[in-house]
């Protein structure tokens, strides 16, 4: 009898592969590197040799699932069922849906990884019970995911929530990957705390210099997140600047959408009331009291297995 789900999240450096049960509950998961400048078929081949193995080590078969869900890390089309493009995978019209649904013989549904995760805080994380959510994920850049009454919003050609995107300094911003200058995912990405930490460490605490030599003259986000929480000021600083330009865009963004909740997740995330409360703050000087009254805030809660219960999810609402 059908009792399980496969979610997978499918991402630049490594593919999560989860069974999940009807309630959302992860039963058992495996991680593995995606395989480097290979066509999509070595990575196809990696998802069913990662799902024989998965089932291998539980009491379940293929009997079993309902379905495969799987968050991809790029654009999807959604009128043909095909990834239209995944610049880190080097995907191009890749017709996934197709090939692993002839592989597997069960239903397969696909969506952007952003999108995922929203699902997966919706169905059993930070975003429980609510049906008006946006979710940012800040990590190597932001992504975004619109949930309306419940439902994701993609937009005409799946753009919606391209939230990293937004223009936050029209002037001396930095470049993004998408061409323009001064995007959200400039000024408030990881990417851009760890650009912006190396540009001030030569004027930095002891504490701060001190981890910068141990690795090797840089520092990962992970460090400045924790170097900030150990109340190292330039770390603190740079977070607490990445939290007020996201409460700002948060509360334009809110003028649109009049959310219940905003869901932030990612490795900064963990910054906790370093990055919350200056982001809170802003968030309240520039919405207005009718809109940020009912609007939350909140850490998302299921941190990097959003992803697998989200793609789970897809499966799972469409089982009656
Ligand atoms: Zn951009």
């Given amino acids: 009898m059908k009792s399980v789900i496969i979610g997978i999240d499918l991402g630049g450096t490594s593919i999560k592969l989860g069974l999940v049960n009807i309630s959302g509950q992860i039963i058992q998961s495996l ?26 080590e539980t009491v379940y078969d293929w009997g079993d699932v309902f379905g495969v869900g799987i968050g991809i890390p790029g654009f999807l089309d959604f009128s043909t069922c095909t990834v239209f493009e995944a610049v880190n995978l080097g995907w191009h019209q890749v017709p996934l849906k197709e090939e692993l649904e002839r592989l597997w013989d069960v239903p397969v549904l696909l969506e952007n990884d952003a999108n995922t995760a929203a699902l997966g805080e919706m169905w059993t994380g930070a975003g429980k019970g609510a049906s008006h959510i946006i979710c940012l994920t800040i990590g190597t850049g932001i992504g975004g995911g619109v949930i309306i009454n419940g439902n994701i919003y993609h937009g005409v050609n799946g753009s919606a929530g391209e939230v990293g995107h937004i223009t936050v300094k029209e002037h001396g911003g930095r470049s993004c990957n998408c061409g323009k200058k001064g995007c959200l995912e400039t000024e408030a990405s990881a990417t851009s705390i760890v650009l912006k930490t190396l540009e001030q460490v030569k004027e930095a605490s002891g504490l701060l210099k001190e981890e910068y030599a141990k690795q090797g003259n840089t520092i990962t986000a992970k460090s400045i997140v924790e170097l900030a929480k150990l109340g190292d000021p330039t770390c603190k600083t740079i977070i607490a600047e990445a939290g007020t330009v996201l409460g700002k865009a948060l509360a334009n963004m809110c003028y649109l959408l009049n959310p219940e909740l905003i869901i932030i997740g990612g490795g900064i995330s963990y910054a906790g009331e ?47």
């Fill in 31 to 56: 991680e593995w590197p995606t395989p480097k400048n290979k066509s999509y078929h070595e990575v196809i081949a990696v998802f069913g040799q990662m799902s024989e193995q998965l089932l291998r």
């Fill in 274 to 320: 370093i990055l919350f409360e200056p982001m809170s703050e802003a968030f309240r000087s520039f919405a207005l009291p009718r809109l940020r009254q009912n609007t939350a805030i909140v850490q998302a809660k299921l941190g990097n297995q959003a992803g697998i219960v989200g793609a789970a999810s897809l499966i799972h609402r469409n089982i009656n």
